[in-house]
């Protein structure tokens, strides 16, 4: 079936340390694909998509590129900001199944 | 314009008690989903209506899961008799088109414990 399956965390990082939090996935045909952000006593928000194949989303710094060789989609950001302290979900759509599915997530701490 | 809304934030009760989570969409949102977060592993789908109706309760774990969305507004979530496992946070999506891969907006959950 399909999954998404991201880096266990939780990372610690510095700031302004370069940031790489890996997402793979599993599924048929061509998914969507997003990283959402849940900032401390928050929901989920979206942070950035891409709907296909080498399309690259990008938003507040942070960008992943659709890489269907690959099956990922990893989220990068060259200087990370204490504010970037958050749990971070990748997560594909399947337009067939008008379904989200998610990875388990990964906490990012940034310490000053 | 108001979010998703759920209520209440956190509920502690014991094992064999029930429970009712509720869930206010954004205004206008058709599509409602109830997904399901257990000890920090992966988000899960629970169930998906489009206005009033299921459109699919494949996710829902057994029959002690009841989802009612009335008048294809707010929705609520019951579970009873609570068991151990049932414990973690539950979160309300509401979108108005998914089509083009559109965006899921959520509440920030309710933590529900049983002890």
């Known amino acids: 079936g399909d999954s998404v399956t991201q880096m266990e965390g939780p990372v610690t990082l510095s700031e302004e340390a370069f940031l790489t939090i890996n997402c793979t996935y599993t599924a048929t045909g061509y998914p969507s694909l997003f990283w959402y952000v849940q900032y401390p006593g928050e929901g989920l928000q979206l942070l950035l998509k891409a709907t296909k194949a080498d399309d690259k989303g990008s938003n507040k710094g942070f960008e992943a590129t659709y890489r269907k060789e690959t099956t990922s989609f990893h989220l990068e950001k060259g200087s990370v900001q204490v504010s970037d302290s958050a749990v971070y979900f990748c997560a594909l759509f399947r337009y067939n199944f008008n379904k989200f599915y998610f990875g388990s997530g990964t906490k990012l701490n940034v310490k000053p | 314009e108001a979010g998703v809304t759920q209520f209440p934030s956190h509920s502690v009760i014991e094992k064999g008690q029930t429970v009712t989570l509720r869930c206010d969409p954004i205004?206008?949102?058709?599509?409602l989903y109830w997904y399901r977060r257990v000890m920090g592993k992966e988000i899960k789908f629970l169930l998906h209506f489009v206005k009033e109706s299921k459109q699919d309760e494949s996710g829902m774990p057994n029959n002690r899961f009841l989802a009612e969305r009335t008048g294809g507004t707010y929705s609520t979530l019951k579970v009873q008799p609570a068991e151990l496992e049932d414990s973690g946070v539950y979160f309300c999506?509401?979108?108005?088109?998914?089509?083009?891969?559109?965006?899921?907006?959520f509440g920030e959950g309710s933590r529900l414990t049983v002890l």
């Open positions: 999506a509401s979108s108005q088109d998914l089509s083009g891969g559109g965006e899921l907006f």
């Open positions: 205004s206008g949102h058709d599509n």
